[in-house]
Structures are given as structure tokens and as C-alpha cells.
T-cell receptor
């Protein structure tokens, strides 16, 4: 079975500092995709970054990077130079063939950026 | 990425009534999905909507309660029937173009925030 675990219900970060949001996953598939989404209080789900299981380099998208440690089955999201607009819920998700290519979501982490 | 709109953006409904949520995409897409997000919770997949065929429902969701239509490759509707306060949630539609690829990104609409009194 596919499972995503996000152990941090809430995180605080000072504006302009970097923050790491944890995500571990469980799957027996060799081929899988890992995704991070941001959900502001408005409710929309915004795609941030993708990492494939066979990608040799960590994914980066602007201020977002993914610290992918395959042996440890972790895919942590790093946000650099935090901004007030980064305050939101962040969800880690995974797709595998064994999971019928459906997205399996973690419970999310609420990030609050402090001025 | 596709631009996705949903109507209504929010609604307050009385128990026992039904609400139909529309999802419109600016390009043709293969797969459309409907999710429910109960307050303070993560997303739960309700069903997958394929054009020209019956929707595929996940365990715990039934067609009588959540009928779905997918008349073409850019549009889908989800109806929440005979509503109760437990149906108060955000309902999100999403789209995907390569349903059998772990690399294909799923994009979401802005959501419909439903409150049932």
C-alpha cells in the first residue's frame, strides 16, 4: 500500500529564513512520483514541485527545492527566504503504478511565516 | 498547465437539498478527478471522471450521493445530493493528461467551499 507521512502538523519560520517541511513515503514500487502542493486559506491547491524516483538530482523550482533521500524514503520540501505569502498548508503526495496512478496525500503541514 | 475554474466558489445550503458543482478546463484533458476535503483534513478522492463512460467511485462514495457527469473533454459536474452537515467540505476538481504516468502533474481548480446547515 502507498502511504505518505507528514509528522509536522504546524511549523513556524521567521520571514527571510529557510524552512524544511518533512515528508516520508512508503511504497514497494520502483517507479513513483512525489509532489508538493500549497494550499492557502482560499482553498486552492497549487502545484509546487515534482521529483521522480529515478531522478538523480534534487528538483528545484525557484525558492522551492526538494531534498530527496531515496534510501531513507524521504522527500522534504525546502523553502528558502520565506515570505509572508508562504503561510499556508503544504501537502506531500505520491503517485505509483500500484496505486493506480492516483495521488496519495499526506495530512499536511501548516506553515506560518512570522514577520 | 491547464486553467481550471469551478462554480460556485462557495455556497451555503440547507440540509436535504442538492448542489451541482461545475468544473471547466481551458483545454481538453483526459482525466478529471473530484476530491473532498473535510475541515482540517487532507484530500480524499471521490471519483475519477472519464469522458464518455461512467465515473469510477472510490470506496465509501456512491453514485446516488455524488452523481458525476463528463459530457466532453473540458467539462464535468459533481452533484452533492440530499446534503447533511457532514457534507460541509471543500470540493476540488483536478485534471491530468497522462493517466498512466507517475510523472504527470495533476492540476487543481480553486475549489468550492460548501456549508450545509
Amino acid at each position: 500500500a502507498q502511504k505518505i507521512t507528514q509528522t509536522q502538523p504546524g511549523m513556524f519560520v521567521q520571514e527571510k529564513e529557510a524552512v524544511t517541511l518533512d515528508c516520508t513515503y512508503d511504497t514497494s514500487d520502483q517507479s513513483y512520483g512525489l509532489f508538493w502542493y500549497k494550499q492557502p486559506s482560499s482553498g486552492e491547491m497549487i502545484f509546487l514541485i515534482y521529483q521522480g524516483s529515478y531522478d538523480e538530482q534534487n528538483a528545484t523550482e525557484g525558492r522551492y527545492s526538494l531534498n530527496f533521500q531515496k534510501a531513507r524514503k524521504s522527500a522534504n520540501l525546502v523553502i528558502s527566504a520565506s515570505q509572508l505569502g508562504d503561510s499556508a498548508m503544504y501537502f506531500c503526495a505520491m503517485k505509483t503504478g500500484a496505486g493506480s496512478y492516483q495521488l496519495t496525500f499526506g495530512k499536511g503541514t501548516k506553515l506560518s511565516v512570522i514577520p | 498547465s491547464a486553467v481550471i475554474s469551478q462554480k460556485p466558489s462557495r455556497d451555503i445550503c440547507q440540509r436535504g437539498t442538492s448542489l451541482t458543482i461545475q468544473c471547466q478546463v481551458d483545454s481538453q484533458v483526459t482525466m478529471m478527478f473530484w476530491y473532498r476535503q473535510q475541515p482540517g483534513q487532507s484530500l480524499t478522492l471521490i471519483a475519477t471522471a472519464n469522458q464518455g463512460s461512467e465515473a469510477t467511485y472510490e470506496s465509501g462514495f456512491v453514485i446516488d450521493k455524488f452523481p458525476i457527469s463528463r459530457p466532453n473533454l473540458t467539462f464535468s459536474t459533481l452533484t452533492v445530493s440530499n446534503m447533511s452537515p457532514e457534507d460541509s467540505s471543500i470540493y476540488l476538481c483536478s485534471v491530468e493528461d497522462e493517466p498512466s504516468s507517475v510523472a504527470d502533474t495533476q492540476y487543481f481548480g480553486p475549489g468550492t467551499r460548501l456549508t450545509v446547515l
